[in-house]
């Protein structure tokens, strides 16, 4: 390189015409967010604490269901790694006399790494262990689960899980009631299709070839153990697209197979000696 020549106004290299922008660029970031901001009404309550704090609480297990309904059950695809857990050293314990400190608050702290498809995300989770309350000092055995639960929410909140909650959506009534009627309407609608009788082969956005060969693998299954093996790669499948309507009727597939081999079979020998018996009766 010659000395002196300014590297800043050399032009970055440019794309070809009509070149399509690069997959990332594409991208909706909010297509999971958007899915799963908006928690059933049902699932969520109000609190107050001291201080004059309030707001609306999700049940943390009705996440823990919104996530396996999205990446299947907790362990596999997605859950929480603990990276690290520690006790912190909290306010002063005095005792009645107002004056004698006789100990100290115990404050456990847990860090974990949510794993879900698409990455890693880290959140901490913390709960008093030895506190104070107005019966006198007390120690939370169950701590280490609910720091646990409060990190695994947290982490969850910043994928969008709850999001409307966490944003004060659901401070305003008029929103509340909103998402009520909406959540009661899409309820009425689902015992509706479920009524409707299953037609897995009518299943066909485009008629993907994936879909096609997991049906068919499930379909033709000789016995249980080749059953749960299509099952099992069909629903891996259909999860990875995140494909809810295709792992449905594969579901409902699996389990028509599943009574069709579990009914007993006719054997030749059974049928041999029905048709002597009847032989011999004429």
């Given amino acids: 390189m010659s000395a002196g020549k300014d590297v800043s106004a050399v032009a970055a290299p440019q794309a070809p015409a009509g070149a399509a922008a690069p997959a990332k660029l594409q991208r909706n970031n909010l297509t999971l967010w958007d899915s799963v901001r908006t928690p059933d009404p049902a699932h969520t309550k109000p609190f107050k604490r001291s201080g004059g704090f309030e707001g609306t609480a999700i049940n943390a297990v009705y996440l823990v269901r919104c996530a396996t309904e999205l990446w299947g059950p907790i ?14 050293e909290g306010a002063p314990i005095v005792a009645k006399d107002g004056v004698t400190v006789i100990g100290r608050e115990l404050i456990h702290v847990l860090q974990i790494e949510l794993r879900y498809p698409d990455g890693r995300v880290p959140a901490f989770g913390q709960t008093t262990f030895v506190g104070t309350n107005k019966y006198g000092a007390y120690t ?15 982490a969850l909140s910043w994928l969008g899980f709850g999001a409307d909650v966490h ?65 099992t790669a069909a629903k891996k499948a259909a999860q990875e697209r995140r494909d809810t309507d295709a792992y449905a009727l594969l579901k409902e597939a699996a389990e028509a197979t599943s009574r069709r081999l579990a009914q007993p079979a006719s054997t030749p020998a059974a049928e041999s000696t029905t048709s002597a018996s009847t032989k011999a009766k004429k």
Avoid: C
């Fill in 75 to 88: 362990g596999g695809a997605w859950g929480p790694e603990i990276i690290s857990e520690r006790m912190l």
């Fill in 167 to 231: 944003m004060s959506m659901f401070d305003d009534n008029k929103y509340l009631n909103e998402v009520r009627a909406r959540k009661a309407a899409q309820q009425k609608e689902a015992e509706k299709e479920a009524e409707k009788e299953p037609a897995a082969a009518a299943y066909d956005p485009d008629n993907p070839p994936w879909y096609a060969s997991h049906l068919q693998a499930i379909q033709e299954a000789h016995n249980g153990k080749a059953a749960s093996t299509a099952w």
């Fill in 140 to 154: 939370d055995e169950e701590a280490p689960k609910k720091s646990l639960t409060d990190a695994m929410t947290k």
